[in-house]
């Protein structure tokens, strides 16, 4: 079944001492791109999250963004920073001693000072980080496999046109080439009374003409494509990519059809198979 590359979901894990919650929104890419904002505190969890993803997600990009709040409203608490209230220390007195400069260094000169006060972020609790992850991830792709299920409806629905035209192209086709060589024979015909013609020699242009004009071939070709593009959009394994090539295949067989018939009504069909084929082609952009 085809799943969508779009797709939104909201969710959050409660945990002792607070919650984490999320967002994961996906939009189409040409391949697998993957961008998480975590807490501070749950960045040695990125690169393991990554490959939870590439195990649920083959294309597409996603960004996920995981948030953790305590259950009091707090998320951070205050320390000092030891090394950087050590520096300006050791800076005062290389002044004094070095420099011979004059002046105390004090509590306020300290506090004032940049980062001397730092707030470390409470751990995020690794169950309820992997628990809200998974959870974004399994609605994400419910709502990803959802609208998959109508692109599928749609296409579906485009490849009965296209059979039905394609039906038409087909049953016209005879008709077609009994035109053509009623018009080649009264035109020989016409020439013959005119002059000396080797007749072999005429029966010989007008198959090189039919030939030339032949549209069986690519009539069959399209259908194949068809029956291809229908059998991958039924099957369970990754498909955008495929179905947009089968979808290459179609574009020239139908082109190839258009070029080579000299016939109104077929003409027509080609044009409404060419609409329909290329509305196909825009679903399937958003196919994973």
């Known amino acids: 079944m085809p799943r969508s590359m779009t797709g939104f979901s909201k969710g959050e894990?409660?945990?002792?001492?607070?919650?984490?919650?999320?967002?994961?929104?996906?939009?189409?890419?040409?391949?697998?791109e993957v961008s998480l904002r975590l807490p501070k505190s749950a960045s040695v969890y990125e690169q393991r999250l990554r490959e939870l993803v590439k195990k649920q997600v083959k294309r597409g990009r996603l960004d996920i963004n995981i948030k953790w709040e305590k259950t009091d409203g707090g998320s951070a608490v205050?320390?000092?920073?030891?090394?950087?209230?050590?520096?300006?220390v050791d800076v005062a007195r290389h002044l004094k001693e070095g420099y011979g400069l004059h002046g105390e260094l004090t509590i306020e000169n300290i506090l004032n000072a940049k980062d001397i006060i730092v707030y470390e972020e409470i751990s995020v609790p690794e169950r309820a980080l992997y628990g809200c992850f998974d959870a974004l991830l399994t609605k994400l792709n419910g709502e990803r496999e959802r609208e998959g299920e109508l692109i599928k409806h749609d296409l579906s629905a485009r490849l009965e046109t296209l059979r039905t035209a394609l039906l038409e192209v087909e049953q016209r086709?005879?008709?077609?080439?009994?035109?053509?060589?009623?018009?080649?024979?009264?035109?020989?015909?016409?020439?013959?009374?005119?002059?000396?013609?080797?007749?072999?020699?005429?029966?010989q242009e007008i198959a090189i003409y039919m030939e030339k004009v032949d549209i069986a071939e690519e009539?069959?070709?399209?259908?194949?494509h068809l029956a291809h593009f229908l059998q991958t959009?039924?099957?369970?394994?990754?498909?955008?990519?495929?179905?947009?090539?089968?979808?290459?295949?179609?574009?020239?067989?139908?082109?190839?059809?258009?070029?080579?018939?000299?016939?109104?009504?077929?003409?027509?069909?080609?044009?409404?198979m060419k609409v329909e084929i290329e509305k196909m082609r825009e679903q399937v952009q958003n196919v994973e």
């Open 13 to 32: 894990v409660e945990a002792e001492g607070g919650k984490c919650s999320g967002e994961a929104r996906s939009l189409n890419s040409r391949y697998l």
């Open 78 to 88: 205050p320390s000092l920073n030891e090394q950087a209230i050590k520096w300006y």
């Open 173 to 203: 086709w005879p008709l077609v080439i009994r035109k053509h060589e009623e018009m080649l024979r009264e035109r020989v015909q016409k020439v013959s009374q005119a002059s000396s013609i080797d007749e072999s020699r005429i029966l």
């Open 219 to 224: 009539i069959s070709r399209l259908k194949g």
């Open 233 to 272: 959009l039924g099957g369970p394994d990754e498909m955008g990519r495929k179905l947009d090539f089968i979808i290459q295949e179609m574009v020239r067989e139908s082109n190839t059809i258009g070029s080579k018939s000299n016939d109104f009504y077929i003409s027509e069909r080609v044009i409404q």
